[in-house]
Protein backbone atom coordinates (compact mmCIF):
# COMPACT_ATOMS: atom_id res chain seq x y z
CA UNK A 1 0.00 0.00 0.00
CA UNK A 2 1.37 3.23 -0.93
CA UNK A 3 2.39 5.69 2.03
CA UNK A 4 3.33 9.07 1.78
CA UNK A 5 5.39 10.86 4.32
CA UNK A 6 5.95 14.93 4.39
CA UNK A 7 9.18 16.54 6.63
CA UNK A 8 9.09 18.35 9.14
CA UNK A 9 5.44 18.47 10.11
CA UNK A 10 5.96 22.37 10.82
CA UNK A 11 8.73 25.24 9.77
CA UNK A 12 8.66 28.10 10.90
CA UNK A 13 11.45 31.02 8.63
CA UNK A 14 12.14 34.27 9.03
CA UNK A 15 11.83 36.55 5.42
CA UNK A 16 14.10 35.93 2.87
CA UNK A 17 14.99 31.99 3.77
CA UNK A 18 15.27 29.68 1.08
CA UNK A 19 13.71 26.47 2.44
CA UNK A 20 13.03 22.28 1.51
CA UNK A 21 9.94 20.75 1.91
CA UNK A 22 10.31 17.06 1.78
CA UNK A 23 8.06 14.18 0.47
CA UNK A 24 8.73 10.67 0.77
CA UNK A 25 6.40 7.56 -0.71
CA UNK A 26 6.84 3.75 -0.45
CA UNK A 27 6.29 2.45 -3.77
CA UNK A 28 8.02 4.33 -6.74
CA UNK A 29 5.56 2.95 -9.67
CA UNK A 30 3.71 6.54 -9.51
CA UNK A 31 2.15 7.77 -12.47
CA UNK A 32 2.94 11.72 -11.35
CA UNK A 33 3.24 13.72 -8.01
CA UNK A 34 1.80 16.76 -7.41
CA UNK A 35 2.22 19.68 -5.08
CA UNK A 36 -0.06 21.80 -3.54
CA UNK A 37 -1.27 24.64 -1.25
CA UNK A 38 -3.69 24.93 1.14
CA UNK A 39 -4.46 27.99 3.07
CA UNK A 40 -6.49 28.03 6.22
CA UNK A 41 -9.87 27.15 5.33
CA UNK A 42 -9.65 27.19 2.19
CA UNK A 43 -9.15 24.56 -0.80
CA UNK A 44 -6.39 23.05 -2.66
CA UNK A 45 -4.72 25.01 -5.25
CA UNK A 46 -2.13 23.06 -7.60
CA UNK A 47 1.33 24.58 -7.98
CA UNK A 48 3.02 22.04 -9.55
CA UNK A 49 2.84 18.83 -11.26
CA UNK A 50 5.68 16.54 -12.23
CA UNK A 51 4.98 13.50 -14.57
CA UNK A 52 6.82 10.13 -13.69
CA UNK A 53 9.19 10.56 -16.73
CA UNK A 54 10.14 14.05 -15.48
CA UNK A 55 12.81 15.13 -13.01
CA UNK A 56 11.76 18.49 -12.09
CA UNK A 57 9.45 21.11 -12.53
CA UNK A 58 9.55 24.98 -12.01
CA UNK A 59 7.43 27.51 -11.68
CA UNK A 60 8.23 31.22 -10.51
CA UNK A 61 10.35 30.64 -7.07
CA UNK A 62 9.03 26.89 -6.86
CA UNK A 63 11.31 23.78 -7.99
CA UNK A 64 10.04 20.89 -7.30
CA UNK A 65 12.24 17.59 -8.39
CA UNK A 66 11.45 13.83 -8.12
CA UNK A 67 13.26 10.62 -7.46
CA UNK A 68 11.41 7.78 -8.58
CA UNK A 69 14.25 5.32 -7.75
CA UNK A 70 14.59 6.65 -4.11
CA UNK A 71 10.97 7.92 -3.62
CA UNK A 72 11.49 10.85 -3.24
CA UNK A 73 10.40 14.48 -3.77
CA UNK A 74 11.51 18.00 -2.47
CA UNK A 75 9.61 21.40 -2.75
CA UNK A 76 12.19 23.95 -3.12
CA UNK A 77 10.67 27.61 -2.24
CA UNK A 78 13.43 30.45 -3.25
CA UNK A 79 13.23 33.77 -1.26
CA UNK A 80 10.98 33.03 1.21
CA UNK A 81 8.33 35.91 1.99
CA UNK A 82 5.42 35.98 4.21
CA UNK A 83 2.18 35.17 2.29
CA UNK A 84 4.33 31.98 1.29
CA UNK A 85 2.61 30.81 4.69
CA UNK A 86 0.73 28.02 4.58
CA UNK A 87 0.24 24.18 4.61
CA UNK A 88 1.85 22.18 1.52
CA UNK A 89 0.66 18.86 0.69
CA UNK A 90 2.44 16.24 -1.80
CA UNK A 91 0.41 13.98 -3.50
CA UNK A 92 1.23 11.04 -5.90
CA UNK A 93 -0.78 8.95 -8.35
CA UNK A 94 -0.26 5.38 -8.69
CA UNK A 95 0.49 3.94 -12.10
CA UNK A 96 -2.77 1.38 -11.77
CA UNK A 97 -4.81 4.27 -13.18
CA UNK A 98 -7.72 6.43 -12.77
CA UNK A 99 -5.13 9.37 -10.79
CA UNK A 100 -6.31 8.53 -7.68
CA UNK A 101 -4.44 11.19 -5.45
CA UNK A 102 -2.65 9.85 -1.91
CA UNK A 103 -1.62 12.68 -0.09
CA UNK A 104 0.69 13.26 2.77
CA UNK A 105 0.06 15.15 5.84
CA UNK A 106 1.50 17.99 4.74
CA UNK A 107 3.69 20.60 6.02
CA UNK A 108 2.82 23.97 7.63
CA UNK A 109 4.97 26.67 6.74
CA UNK A 110 4.72 30.27 9.02
CA UNK A 111 7.75 32.57 7.04
CA UNK A 112 7.54 35.91 9.92
CA UNK A 113 8.96 39.50 8.54
CA UNK B 1 -13.74 29.96 -15.56
CA UNK B 2 -15.46 28.81 -12.44
CA UNK B 3 -13.10 25.30 -12.11
CA UNK B 4 -14.79 23.03 -9.52
CA UNK B 5 -17.72 24.42 -7.54
CA UNK B 6 -18.94 22.96 -4.31
CA UNK B 7 -22.35 23.53 -2.56
CA UNK B 8 -22.84 24.05 0.36
CA UNK B 9 -19.44 25.63 1.94
CA UNK B 10 -20.84 24.52 5.65
CA UNK B 11 -23.48 22.55 6.64
CA UNK B 12 -24.61 21.30 10.70
CA UNK B 13 -26.23 18.08 10.62
CA UNK B 14 -28.11 16.15 13.33
CA UNK B 15 -27.24 12.27 13.80
CA UNK B 16 -29.09 10.51 11.50
CA UNK B 17 -30.09 13.09 9.35
CA UNK B 18 -29.04 13.03 5.41
CA UNK B 19 -27.87 15.32 3.19
CA UNK B 20 -26.26 15.53 -0.35
CA UNK B 21 -23.35 17.63 -1.62
CA UNK B 22 -22.86 18.60 -4.93
CA UNK B 23 -19.76 19.54 -6.97
CA UNK B 24 -19.30 20.78 -10.61
CA UNK B 25 -16.60 21.45 -12.80
CA UNK B 26 -16.86 23.20 -15.71
CA UNK B 27 -13.09 21.82 -17.70
CA UNK B 28 -15.31 18.85 -18.99
CA UNK B 29 -12.88 16.33 -16.86
CA UNK B 30 -13.68 12.65 -17.29
CA UNK B 31 -12.51 11.72 -13.62
CA UNK B 32 -14.07 13.43 -10.37
CA UNK B 33 -13.23 12.58 -6.87
CA UNK B 34 -14.38 13.04 -3.24
CA UNK B 35 -11.88 13.49 -0.24
CA UNK B 36 -12.18 14.20 2.76
CA UNK B 37 -9.90 16.07 5.24
CA UNK B 38 -9.58 14.82 8.94
CA UNK B 39 -6.69 17.23 11.73
CA UNK B 40 -3.72 15.52 11.27
CA UNK B 41 -4.51 13.63 8.16
CA UNK B 42 -3.84 13.68 4.98
CA UNK B 43 -7.08 13.71 2.33
CA UNK B 44 -8.71 10.43 2.00
CA UNK B 45 -10.32 9.06 -1.01
CA UNK B 46 -14.01 7.88 -0.17
CA UNK B 47 -15.36 7.69 -4.22
CA UNK B 48 -14.59 8.52 -7.58
CA UNK B 49 -15.69 8.64 -11.08
CA UNK B 50 -14.28 7.86 -14.35
CA UNK B 51 -17.00 9.07 -16.11
CA UNK B 52 -20.62 10.01 -16.59
CA UNK B 53 -22.78 7.12 -15.08
CA UNK B 54 -19.76 4.93 -13.49
CA UNK B 55 -18.70 5.38 -9.45
CA UNK B 56 -15.84 3.44 -7.32
CA UNK B 57 -15.09 2.76 -4.20
CA UNK B 58 -12.19 5.03 -2.81
CA UNK B 59 -10.34 3.98 0.83
CA UNK B 60 -12.91 5.19 3.04
CA UNK B 61 -16.17 4.32 1.41
CA UNK B 62 -18.16 3.37 3.85
CA UNK B 63 -21.68 5.45 4.67
CA UNK B 64 -21.54 6.97 1.65
CA UNK B 65 -23.06 6.98 -1.61
CA UNK B 66 -22.32 8.81 -4.91
CA UNK B 67 -24.18 9.05 -8.18
CA UNK B 68 -22.77 10.57 -11.47
CA UNK B 69 -25.68 11.17 -14.05
CA UNK B 70 -23.97 14.35 -15.99
CA UNK B 71 -20.33 14.35 -16.79
CA UNK B 72 -20.19 17.73 -15.33
CA UNK B 73 -22.10 16.72 -11.73
CA UNK B 74 -20.60 14.48 -9.06
CA UNK B 75 -23.06 14.30 -6.16
CA UNK B 76 -21.78 12.85 -2.25
CA UNK B 77 -24.43 12.01 -0.49
CA UNK B 78 -24.57 10.87 3.51
CA UNK B 79 -27.93 8.39 4.00
CA UNK B 80 -27.74 8.60 7.91
CA UNK B 81 -25.17 10.89 9.17
CA UNK B 82 -22.59 10.09 11.88
CA UNK B 83 -20.53 12.06 14.33
CA UNK B 84 -17.50 10.66 12.50
CA UNK B 85 -18.40 11.89 9.26
CA UNK B 86 -17.40 15.08 11.09
CA UNK B 87 -14.89 16.67 7.91
CA UNK B 88 -14.04 19.07 5.64
CA UNK B 89 -14.94 17.50 1.74
CA UNK B 90 -13.43 18.16 -1.02
CA UNK B 91 -14.36 17.47 -4.78
CA UNK B 92 -11.38 17.30 -7.68
CA UNK B 93 -11.26 16.83 -10.91
CA UNK B 94 -9.30 16.09 -13.97
CA UNK B 95 -8.41 14.60 -16.92
CA UNK B 96 -8.12 11.06 -17.81
CA UNK B 97 -4.29 9.34 -17.85
CA UNK B 98 -3.54 8.38 -21.07
CA UNK B 99 -2.84 10.51 -24.21
CA UNK B 100 0.10 12.91 -23.08
CA UNK B 101 -2.80 15.03 -21.56
CA UNK B 102 -1.88 17.09 -18.34
CA UNK B 103 -3.48 15.20 -15.06
CA UNK B 104 -3.28 17.69 -12.64
CA UNK B 105 -5.92 17.43 -10.40
CA UNK B 106 -8.24 20.83 -9.56
CA UNK B 107 -10.20 20.50 -5.92
CA UNK B 108 -12.88 23.05 -5.05
CA UNK B 109 -13.05 24.78 -1.82
CA UNK B 110 -14.37 22.24 0.19
CA UNK B 111 -17.36 21.90 2.45
CA UNK B 112 -17.12 22.14 5.87
CA UNK B 113 -19.42 19.27 7.33
CA UNK B 114 -20.65 18.93 11.33
CA UNK B 115 -22.43 16.18 12.36
CA UNK B 116 -24.06 16.62 16.31
Known amino acids: KQEVTQIPAALSVPEGENLVLNCSFT??????LQWFRQDPGKGLTSLLL?????REQTSGRLNASLDKSSGRSTLYIAASQPGDSATYLC????????????FGAGTRLAVHP | NAGVTQTPKFRVLKTGQSMTLLCAQD?????MYWYRQDPGMGLRLIHY???????AKGEVPDGYNVSRLKKQNFLLGLESAAPSQTSVYFC???????????????FGQGTRLTVV
Open chain 1, 91 to 102: AVSGSGGYNKLI
Open chain 2, 27 to 31: MNHEY
Open chain 1, 27 to 32: DSAIYN
Open chain 1, 50 to 54: IQSSQ
Open chain 2, 92 to 106: ASSYAQGGGRNTEAF
Open chain 2, 49 to 55: SVGEGTT
